[in-house]
């Protein structure tokens, strides 16, 4: 019988709820939970293709040590051996762990436990670091505890919407389509989005705001002056329920529009239309994320914000407040369980000598740790110099993600023991581990998660653990015990490390901290895998809430908020031999670096390679024209090479080039290398959208790509960039042509018998080659050589791995790199739920689809998670526009 499970996405904050369904033969699908309440049954296309990425390629399935598959006894003992010595010798301060918001609460609770309580330092931290720590540090200047105000049901009642910080159509997508169905049942409700870029979210905008990097402060200090001079402050709430108010508005800094535009970059036109918009509709939530958070003054932006909600007394109501949007699956988890270097487990303070003997009564621990440790880009640095001698790194993926990442990786080089767990053997920060342990993955894992609305679901497994991979926890409480921590790892199950999770967010709290999950201190395994999702707080024998503050209480000493006094940043002089902004995000479909998405084809299918957006007048000036390559570099020296992007939708004097390729996936185009160590000085949060960076056009001998059923093993070009696809991968390559010539690369790389013959022809003048492989009638490789960016159909070109080619006479067209005329080519993909391309949309619209669902009813395109309904809007703009003309 086929069996059903309800279960949590893995990809970002907003938390859907999924259904995986097993068949008798064992093939897995998924859908939406149309019964949980984040998404009512809607998926994005990361999370409908979550089946897709199950298979074992890559995983680690047993403990390695300096690569030699060993015991989980042995590499257990010399983990435990060594952690142990290192302190012996050094100190607890010399250890580490690095963490992740892909773990499960679970995880993440252990792992704080064994190193703040019984080895005695704070130092371990996450890479929620690099996106929701300044939410973090904003929240408790704020409020005094790090509690998100409301749900996300305020943002479908609220008449006014603003999107800063946050492209929500392509990171946060199906909360964006929540926000999308409710502008379509009242027309009348307004969204406003600041961002530097036109991004996909403007698609639902009444108004954008292109605001410059690090505008932000600025723009809501405005606000925050128009506010209190137009009268539309709440004069009763302020006097009655917060403190600061003086001297936050003193702070600041009053300038005049024409100021205030110079320093946002938006027009004083445009200005005044949101300042008035904000001003005159009460029901008003602002939501932010990652271009809020990720800047050096990421913590400054949050309290600007923040100041305006409390200024207009907008905050804890139904349909008002701010709104952090959390990037990550279980950052918010992370949060509870005190996953930072500066926090302790249940939002408590590693400050507060109360909050720490709290915890060690609690855990009757030996020690507790009384200093903030160190915070992720502190935490790098420590192990460059050699403070810290042995770290361990869980689901995650450093010498990718974090800023200066190839000074990450020489850390790591030059650090006496590293510990990874993981799924994949072959990521980046994998291959420099001495000890490797294998984790399990989505599907195989039990555990919880929190959302962006403080809601906890469960993840459930449904698939068994592969080989000897073991949960993170089970790893750390295993050490723990080794260490000699026998009492306090026992743990048997996830569902007794929960109620101790829920136990001691109740202990000793009497509702003078926001996290209480008491109601669930005595849940047994039974109660564990029936959990429902539920909104925290859920003390025992009260109430639970969906909203915060309310009252007009809040959680510092006087149970007032704080206004916080924040000052606009001085000019930075521009940088004439670096004179580009460099953003860095998220791209549709792909996931931070892409060790679970890359492993589907249709995911890979909309982008399969790291590009550079710049605006067409930047392009021009250089030289550079639309799919060109091109070099980008950083003061430093650090360079990546990428596909240029021409489009309007890039603000003048920056690029963006999206975070997510590796040294797996390309050969130059790990973006954070590029980005310096700088942070937020209060949250430690590093600034990755704002780098100074030039641009300059790459020009190669040769240019090519191609499609094979293999993945070709020799790589050793300036540029490549290869993704799946149906039946196989498709490879862009540029550089010097192989000394040996493209046949024989082609034969080396793909391993071809001297047997097997390659066809097509080379044209030595033009530096054209085209060459075929076939195996019967099965296309087995096709590669295209050009001097210039190769004019191929790629889409095209990958459907032919997975057609016969029976017709001897017909198979020599295959290198004209097109269909033959009369036949189809849907063209480079739009939709990926339902593969289709772009000329199919367009040809739907020269028939008489003049309307997104018009399309959606013709193709089904963008019938599914929506991301893709930007996309087709623009296209059929451009396609009246040619109709017009």
Excluded at 276 to 300: H, I, M, P, R
Excluded at 422 to 432: C, F, G, M, P, V
Excluded at 650 to 658: D, E, M
Excluded at 792 to 818: C, I, K, P, Y
Aim: some cysteine; overall charge negative.
């Amino acid at each position: 019988m086929p069996t059903e499970t309800r279960t949590t996405c893995p990809y970002c904050g907003v938390g859907c709820g999924v259904i995986a369904r097993i068949e008798d033969d064992g093939k897995v699908s998924v859908k939406g939970d149309p019964e949980h309440p984040a998404n009512f049954g809607r998926l994005c296309s990361k999370g409908s293709a979550l089946a897709e990425t199950l298979d074992l390629e890559g995983r680690v399935l047993a403990p390695q040590v300096h690569g030699e598959t060993t015991s989980w006894e042995d590499a257990l003992d010399l983990v435990a051996r060594r952690f142990k010595d290192t302190i012996a010798e050094h100190g607890p301060d010399s250890v580490a762990f690095y963490v992740s918001g892909q773990l499960l609460t679970e995880d993440y609770y252990v792992a704080n436990k064994l190193m703040k309580g019984f080895i005695g330092s704070a130092n371990i931290d996450t890479n929620s670091r690099l996106c929701m720590a300044s939410s973090v540090a904003g929240h408790r200047r704020a409020f005094g505890s790090d509690t998100v105000p409301g749900c996300y049901e305020d943002l479908e009642l609220a008449d006014l919407v603003v999107l800063t910080g946050s492209n929500t159509a392509w990171c946060h997508p199906v909360l964006y389509q929540r926000l999308v169905a409710a502008k379509v049942a009242r027309p009348a409700m307004k969204i406003v989005v600041i961002d530097p870029r036109r991004t996909a979210t403007c698609d639902i905008a009444d108004l954008h705001l292109s605001v410059r990097a690090d505008g932000d402060v600025a723009l809501f200090n405005g606000l925050f002056h128009h506010l209190v001079d137009n009268g539309h402050v709440d004069e009763a709430f302020i006097g009655e329920h917060t403190s600061g108010f003086s001297e936050a508005l003193m702070a600041a800094t009053r300038l005049s529009m024409a100021q205030l535009s110079e320093a946002t970059g938006v027009s004083g036109m445009l200005l005044r239309q949101f300042f008035k918009l904000f001003a005159e509709t009460e029901k008003t939530v602002t939501c932010y994320s990652q271009g809020v958070n990720q800047s050096a003054l990421g913590t400054d932006k949050v309290n600007a914000i923040i100041n305006c909600h409390l200024a207009t007394g907008r905050i804890g109501r139904p349909d008002m407040g701010p709104f952090s949007l959390t990037g990550q699956p279980n950052a918010m988890g992370g949060r509870e369980v005190g996953g930072l270097a500066n926090m302790l487990a249940a939002h408590m303070e590693i400050g507060n000598a109360a909050h720490r003997d709290i915890v060690q009564r609690f855990w009757n621990a030996p020690v507790i740790a009384d200093k903030p440790g160190l915070k992720a880009v502190d935490m790098f640095e420590a192990v460059a110099d050699g403070r810290i001698k042995a770290i361990w790194i869980m689901s995650t993926n450093p010498v990718v993600s974090m800023p200066d990442a190839d000074a990450v990786r020489a850390a790591l080089k030059a650090c006496p023991f590293v510990v990874v767990s993981d799924i994949l053997a072959n990521t980046d920060t994998a291959r420099l581990a001495h000890v490797l342990l294998p984790a399990t993955g989505w599907g195989e894992k039990s555990g919880t998660v929190t959302n962006s609305e403080r809601r906890i679901s469960r993840q459930r497994p449904f698939l068994p653990a592969p080989g000897e991979a073991r949960p993170d926890w089970w790893q750390m409480a295993e050490v723990g015990k080794r260490m000699g921590f026998v009492q306090g790892f026992d743990f048997a199950s996830p569902a007794e490390i929960f109620a101790e999770h829920a136990a001691l967010s109740a202990y000793e709290n009497d509702g003078i901290r926001d996290f209480d999950i008491g109601a669930y201190a005595e849940i047994d395994t039974a109660g564990y895998d029936a959990l429902i999702p539920f909104q925290w707080p859920q003390p025992a024998g009260a109430p639970s809430r969906k909203r915060f503050f309310a009252d007009g209480r809040f959680y510092h000493a006087d149970r007032k908020a704080r206004f916080v006094p924040v000052t606009p940043p001085a000019p930075v002089a521009r940088n004439e031999a670096f004179p580009f902004t460099l953003n860095t995000g998220r791209v549709r479909d792909h996931w931070h670096t892409m060790t679970r998405t890359a492993k589907s084809a249709r995911l890979s299918a909309h982008i399969a390679e790291p590009f550079c957006e710049i605006h067409p007048l930047d392009a021009q000036a250089l030289g550079i024209a639309d799919a060109d390559l091109v070099t980008v570099t950083s003061p430093a020296g650090h360079t990546v090479i990428v596909r240029a992007l021409l489009t309007e939708r890039q603000a003048q004097g920056a690029v963006f080039v999206p975070m997510h390729w590796t040294g797996e996936t390309a050969a130059a185009a790990r973006v954070d290398t590029l980005v310096p160590g700088r942070v937020d000085p209060v949250s430690g949060q590093p600034a990755l959208k704002q780098a100074a960076v030039s641009v300059a056009r790459y020009a190669p001998a040769a240019h090519g790509f191609l499609v094979s059923s293999v993945r070709p093993a020799d790589l050793s070009f300036d540029y490549w960039a290869i993704a799946k696809t149906e039946g196989g991968y498709r490879l862009e390559l540029a550089g010097g042509a192989p000394e040996a010539g493209w046949e024989a690369w082609l034969r080396e790389s793909l391993a071809l018998p001297a047997s097997v013959e390659v066809s097509g022809y080379a044209d030595a003048a033009s530096g054209d080659h085209r060459l075929l492989v076939f195996e019967g009638d099965r296309l087995l490789a096709a590669l295209f050589v050009s001097r210039g960016p190769v004019a191929v159909s790629r889409q095209w070109a990958v459907e032919q791995l997975n057609v016969s080619h029976a017709d001897m006479s017909a198979r020599f067209l295959l290198t004209a790199g097109r269909p033959a005329p009369g036949r189809p080519d849907k063209g480079a993909i739009v939709c990926s739920c339902f593969s289709v391309g772009i000329n199919e949309i367009a040809c739907a619209v020269r028939e008489g689809c003049w309307s997104v669902e018009k399309v959606g009813e013709s193709l089904n395109a963008g019938t599914n998670c929506g991301s893709c309904r930007p996309e087709i809007r623009r296209i059929i703009d451009a396609t009246q526009v040619l109709a017009a003309e």
